[in-house]
């Protein structure tokens, strides 16, 4: 009886084997960035984020014709969104992505929206959690700023993770407004329409965050 109280206190949720898989790949991500090897490894990050999403998705709450057309939405939205800025420079400056994030159409790496929607539904679920019943603009707004901090850390990295580059070397303070305005537009629409948790996300968001520090760490 004993042997079989232990074992159902060890048994691990698919949550929690999910959260130690993902902290597996990111640490070892995190670790192999001061080494030589990290090069080897950053062409897998479209794999990486794409399986990230996966998880993300499993776990959403509600899986309703609105949550998944906001899903849909978002990506296409972002999509041309990256678009529009890669060819134009009026959004986010003059850049161009690189190859490590894998198959692109027309410049734009298909995996991009994907990045666009994990952190959407983090600065989603931020909300839902900490202010709940604050105005929904308002929130909103805090949900996409605090996108915007993990974007600070992975603009100082982008080149030398090969995923993308600023014609002047870093990104003008244009990108960090269109970041923040877009994601908060669809942060709003999520809260306010198509409400859902997601236990993974904001685990994802700190996963992120460490595994961003770090490779700042070993390229700076």
């Known amino acids: 009886m004993q042997v079989r109280a232990f074992q159902k206190e060890i048994e691990l949720t698919n949550l929690q084997i999910t959260k130690i898989l993902l902290a597996v790949f990111y640490i070892v991500g995190g670790v192999v960035a001061f080494t030589p090897f990290n090069q080897l ?3 897998f990050s479209p794999f990486l984020l794409f399986t990230s999403f996966l998880c993300l998705f499993y776990f959403e ?3 309703s014709k609105g949550v998944i057309g906001w899903f849909i939405f978002v990506y296409v939205a972002s999509f041309f969104i990256e678009w529009y800025g890669v060819h ?3 959004l986010f400056g003059d850049y161009v992505y690189l190859n490590n994030l894998g198959l692109k159409l027309d410049g734009v790496p298909l995996v991009i929206p994907v990045n666009w929607l994990v952190l959407a539904v983090a600065g989603s679920e931020l909300i839902f959690k900490y202010i709940p019943k604050w ?5 909103s707004v805090i949900g996409g700023g605090l996108v915007v901090i993990l974007d600070v850390f992975i603009e100082m990295v982008c080149e030398p993770l090969g995923f993308w580059k600023w014609d002047e070397g870093m990104p003008p303070m244009i990108n960090y407004i269109s970041w923040w305005v877009f ?3 669809f942060i709003y629409i999520r809260i306010k329409f ?3 948790r997601n236990p993974l ?3 994802l968001y700190l996963t992120f965050f ?3 520090i770090l490779q700042v760490i070993a390229n700076f």
């Open 183 to 185: 994601m908060s537009i």
């Open 135 to 139: 105005n929904k603009i308002i929130s």
């Open 194 to 196: 198509f409400p859902s």
């Open 61 to 63: 709450k509600v899986k």
């Open 88 to 90: 134009t420079g009026i």
């Open 201 to 203: 996300s904001i685990y």
């Open 210 to 212: 460490g595994y961003f």
């Open 41 to 43: 490894l950053l062409p």
